[in-house]
Each structure stands twice: as C-alpha cells, then as structure tokens.
C-alpha cells in the first residue's frame, strides 16, 4: 500500500477529518471509530510508516503523544493500556504503524 492510499495518512494530511486529540509535527493521536473502551486513541507518525523497524527517530516523539493524549483524556492516573498489533498475523488491519490507547475502565487481561 502506498501512502497515496493510506487513510491513515488522509487522515494525517487532513484530507479526512478525525477527532484530534493530541498533534505535534511528528505525530496525531485521534480517537478510534470503533472503540473497544471508554477511551480508545490511536497515535500515528504522519509519515507513513509499516512498521517498527522503520519508526527510527520518531520513537520520543510517539511516546510523548501518548503520554499528552492520556492525560488529556484523564485516563493516565488511573491506567492505561498501549497495544501495537505488528502484522496481518497480530490483527494489524491498516499498514500504517499504529498504536491503540485503552483506558477508561478496568481491562481484563490477558485481553480479550
């Protein structure tokens, strides 16, 4: 898939709205249009990226994102998860690096 293609990286560039919870250059975080919690985000690089290996160099800006997004969303306090599905064989569905932000409730684990 190229990042012509990528809704992901529509929805970086703005050519589809999301409901932008945290932005910086690097990264967005927006809230998921199927959530499985209370509070389900997902942080994106709005370059378009696969994977991990290819995340080099975004690592603190990602990880800062999630940090601002989850106390935004004041979940942070209380706890949260971070899900990154890695693959079609871990369920990742859109191949663009992304990572979950559950929280909200309590979360059973393992996850289910």
Known sequence: MSSADC??????????PAQKVHES????????ISPKAPAHLLAIP???????AE????????FEAIAQAAASEK????????VLNQGAHAG??????H???LGGR???WPPG
């Open 55 to 62: 995340l080099r160099g975004l690592e603190p800006a990602i």
């Open 75 to 82: 979940i942070a306090a209380s706890g949260f998860r971070v």
């Open 106 to 108: 309590q979360l059973s």
């Open 92 to 97: 990742q569905e859109v191949e663009h690096l």
């Open 7 to 16: 809704i992901f990286c529509k929805i970086a560039s703005g050519q589809i």
């Open 25 to 32: 250059d690097d990264v967005i975080v927006f809230r998921d």
């Open 46 to 52: 709005k370059k378009h990226v696969k994977g991990l």
């Open 99 to 101: 990572f979950h932000i």
